[in-house]
């Protein structure tokens, strides 16, 4: 694996696009390996698109630009300038919120984040943010969603872990709000260094504020509708996707009366170069990830810790920091298949809450589709933003310092985690 | 001497007791090898997808699978009769079943003709009972109920059969479909529920035991053939005996899994018209062209 | 040969845009459907099948538009010379990784056409391996224009054979 890995670097390095750094480095396992069929890349990078749960990804990114086309947006954008107008950075407040929101519609960080991208990205950009650091916001704004339930790193983890998952959506609400507002500390104080301006400077009248309300009301309405349909049964994530278009279709023709031919056309081909970029990537890492779970990396690195420490607390800051790391490589829901069974055992051995540790663990591992040098959400966003990973980087540096230090505290005071499950489902 | 290593997968969680299993297989094989064959198991499907792991065997690579007759089926189809509803309803049958003409014939044209080396298949995962939140005493309480099946057509036919709809979805997708009630119900062995916490989703468990679920350990017929001869029959000698030790486990401790899902509020149905879902069940076999194939084995078993 | 490139990314646009729209009114439909206890398990089936040819189709599309991440921290501050060669090396080592693709994805779907699809004996699952080579080859095409392009227009290139 060393290699492999080295060989990444290095044509990341030259410039060559992550996507096929991923794949030719991850094919150079193979040539150390002969006992290995050659056609094996092939087909893991094929198994991946017929993973139905990575149908949600492609089906919220065709509904964030069909969103964007059928006037829904802009009504948003109307109401969010009116509802946060007089605070600095004001949109990037609300994309915080409107990641929350979408936290109990779907369970994908990376699916968020693309869809929040092409909605109001380029919005974000327009009132003078750089591109930079609107990347950074809706990249780790989206780790709200895996953990407001209903979120697939929970469900994988508990069912690796034995873990209860019913406890575990109950324990990932309070860290959520604590995340939102360690960034939203975070985007204020860089709006208020910055300068950035506030939109208005005028508080809104009663009249504009129903007005604005009025207009968003589709919008408003689409989250709602999407969190009843999941929560009455109707649909599972991937079709709530697919349903998601389909209501943005419906509204812009029908009710907003603004999606014509041309800005149908004009949604399909946008999506068509997002679902390309960001499938391709996702499917050729399955190359990449064959080695490090037939060389067991991770058992290698377990064994290490308790080497070190037993000491629950100083076990449990090195697994996020371990995990932190790993995620630099390494997605979140690999990185939760592949640590769950090694760092459980050692959590639980040493005496943790497997609900703590969890979403402990979650937010670590979430973290991940964060980071450079290979990140899904950060690629998502990157692409969308059109912002290049360096400069993405730099100025995301404030938001993994906030998350990372929620990660210590929820560490440290399992009270914040273990408060609402116990309070909900009684031992 | 030259040392072998067979990298075998599964797609059960590490606690399950197969997982175990496969580890006391590995074990034993290193010790009675004197470390020559290692076996190194992979849990959760870490090395791929069921079907991708087959046809990486197919073309000779050291990898193995715990597979099911559905799957083998879609290279030799008579094999996929060991899936149907009351097929094989004991250990006792799983091992006369071993020893059938047909059983050995099917293997044979799974090695010749597919690359696919059946090790062994004295590995069995229980009774698989319905597992609802309304009671199922006959086959037309389940009409119109929504069953998660595999998606195999095997599968779904054997279910549409007993009288459910049968709705595809993968193991992972279970649990959430269940809490949006996406699907009403899934049929599947004692030991799967108290491991994805199934419990939590639904109430009663009735006891039909429509399929005993018999699973088979394949290997690369080339890479099996390249192995030592006494490296090859340890591997079966032991493949059997975990097998059939795990097995017998897991059927004792259906009881105690039981009275732990009683005792976290699940209701086991009385009163199931065991007759009624028997009758029903033969009718998947017509419809799957796997009557013949049927009667041929129940036949040599001296079932019938 | 670069009018068949323009009208093969034309007919890859349209092809892969209504495997998309599909996968949408598929799995919707399923939904519903299951909703009215009807479950038609087909429609997901298909919707996957799609889902395969249409990524590896826009895969493209996306490669023909740049729009495939890379990170040019270090490349952006190099000579417009060494930034062509490296873009070079870059390309002929996606290049030679494509061509190995191709052959690596036909060899798979002929060894495994008796693999089937989602367990539908009539349907081989070689009808969703042949997305990968079929899509590396437009890849490779696209790949070949991008190092043409690199060499004989005037000298602009950029990370990762960014070029236009
Ligand atoms: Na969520
Ligand atoms: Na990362």
Redesign the pocket.
């Known amino acids: 694996m060393l290699i492999v890995a080295l060989t990444f670097v290095f044509l990341l390095v030259i410039g060559m696009p992550v996507a096929f750094a991923i794949a030719i480095s991850g094919a150079t396992y193979f040539l150390q390996h002969p006992e290995l069929p050659l056609t094996i890349p092939v087909q893991v990078t094929v198994s991946q698109t017929q993973n139905f749960a990575l149908l949600a990804v492609p089906l919220f990114i065709i509904a964030g630009n069909f969103l964007n086309h059928s006037g829904i947006t802009e009504r948003l954008l109307t109401l969010a300038s009116v509802l946060t107008g007089r605070l600095r950075g004001g949109l990037a407040q609300v994309s915080l919120t409107l990641s929350a929101l979408m936290?109990?519609?779907?369970?994908s960080a990376i699916a968020d984040a693309a869809m929040q991208s092409r909605m109001i990205g380029e919005a974000m950009v327009n009132r003078g943010m750089s591109r930079g650091f609107v990347a950074g916001v809706l990249s780790f704004g989206s780790i709200l969603?895996?953990?407001?339930?209903?979120?697939i790193g929970m469900i994988l983890y508990g069912t690796i872990g034995q873990v209860s998952i019913g406890r575990l959506f109950a324990a990932g609400i309070v860290p959520a709000l604590l995340l939102w507002l360690a960034l939203a500390v975070t985007v204020s104080l860089t709006a208020r260094r910055r300068g950035y301006p506030a939109e208005r400077d005028t508080r809104p009248t009663a009249r504009e504020f129903t007005q604005a309300l009025r207009g968003g009301i589709f919008a408003l309405l689409f989250p709602v509708i999407l969190l009843l349909g999941l929560r009455m049964g109707v649909f599972t994530p991937s079709e709530i996707g697919a349903f998601a278009v389909i209501y943005a279709i419906f509204v812009g023709i029908a009710i907003h009366r603004k999606l014509n031919r041309a800005s149908f056309i004009e949604a399909v081909e946008g999506s068509l170069a997002d679902v390309g970029a960001i499938m391709f990537l996702i499917a050729l890492s399955a190359i990449f990830t064959y080695g490090i779970v037939l060389d067991r990396v991770p058992e290698v690195v377990s064994r290490w810790i308790l080497s070190l420490t037993d000491n629950l607390h100083l076990v449990m800051v090195l697994v996020v920091l371990i995990v932190i790391a790993a995620g630099l490589l390494v997605d979140a829901t690999v990185l939760i298949i592949m640590l769950t069974p090694i760092f459980l055992p050692l959590a639980r051995q040493l005496g943790a809450d497997p609900v703590h540790f969890g979403i402990v663990f979650i937010v670590a591992a979430t973290i991940g589709n964060f980071t450079p040098p290979v990140g899904a959400a950060m690629y998502a966003v990157c692409s969308i933003i059109k912002v290049g990973v360096g400069s993405y980087s730099r100025e995301s540096l404030p938001f993994i310092l906030a998350v990372t230090l929620v990660a210590l505290v929820l560490v440290f005071v399992p009270g914040v985690v273990l408060f609402l499950p116990e309070a909900l489902f009684a031992r | 001497a030259q040392d072998y290593t067979l990298r075998f997968n599964h797609v059960l969680g590490p606690s399950e007791p197969y997982h175990q299993g496969f580890t006391q297989w590995a074990e034993r094989v290193a010790e009675r090898s004197d470390g020559r064959l290692k076996i190194d198991v992979f849990h959760s499907a870490q090395l791929g997808v069921e079907e991708d792991i087959i046809e990486q065997m197919r073309q000779g690579a050291n990898v193995g699978q715990n597979t099911d007759a559905a799957r083998l089926g879609n290279y030799v189809p008579s094999i996929a009769v060991v899936n149907g509803p009351y097929f094989a309803e004991s250990l006792e049958d799983v091992a006369k079943l071993a020893d059938t003409p047909s059983m050995q014939a099917w293997q044979e044209e799974l090695a010749k003709d597919h690359g696919l080396k059946v090790v062994c298949f004295d590995w069995v995962q229980g009774y698989r009972h319905f597992f609802t939140n309304t009671p199922i005493t006959a086959p037309d309480d389940l009409d119109g109920l929504r069953i998660r099946t595999p998606p195999a057509p095997i599968w779904q036919e054997s279910i549409s059969a007993l009288g459910a709809a049968p709705t595809a979805m993968a193991f992972g997708d279970m649990y959430p479909g269940l809490q949006q009630r996406a699907i009403d119900g899934v049929e599947l062995v004692y030991n799967n529920i108290p491991a994805g916490r199934f419990y939590e989703v639904l109430s009663h468990v009735s006891e039909t035991g429509h399929i005993m679920l018999v699973n088979f350990q394949v290997v690369s017929n080339a890479w099996f053939e390249g192995l030592p001869e006494d490296l090859q029959a340890i591997l079966v000698e032991e493949c059997k005996t975990a097998g059939q030790e795990t097995s017998a486990a897991i059927l004792e401790s259906e009881q105690k899994v039981k009275a732990d899902l009683v005792a976290k509020g699940m209701t086991v149905v009385e009163g199931v018209d065991m007759a009624a879902f028997r009758a029903a069940g033969e009718n998947a076999y017509e419809a799957l062209n796997l009557g013949d194939a049927r009667r041929q084995v129940l036949s040599e078993m001296g079932k019938e | 040969m670069r009018q068949l490139h323009q009208w093969l990314g034309r007919l890859e646009a349209v092809v892969a845009g209504s495997f998309l729209l599909t996968m949408v009114v598929l799995i919707f439909i399923g939904g519903i459907a299951r909703l009215l206890r009807v479950p038609q398990n087909w429609t997901i089936d298909i919707a996957t099948c799609l889902f395969a040819w249409a990524c590896f189709l826009a895969a493209d599309i996306a490669w023909r538009r740049d729009a495939l991440m890379s990170i040019d921290l270090l490349t952006a501050r190099l000579s417009p010379a060494l930034r062509r060669g490296l873009a070079t090396v870059n390309l002929c080592l996606i290049a030679g990784f494509l061509a190995y693709v191709i052959w690596a994805g036909i060899r798979l779907s002929w060894v495994s056409r008796a693999r089937s699809f989602q367990g539908i004996p009539e349907i081989s699952y070689a009808l969703v391996t042949m997305s990968l080579p079929a899509g590396a080859a437009l890849l490779l095409m696209t790949t070949g224009f991008k190092l043409y392009d690199l060499w004989s227009r005037d000298n602009r290139p950029g990370p990762g054979g960014k070029v236009a």
């Not at chain 1, 936290?103 to 369970?107: L, P």
């Not at chain 1, 969603?145 to 979120?151: D, F």
């Open positions: 936290g109990g519609v779907s369970g969603t895996p953990l407001i339930p209903p979120g």
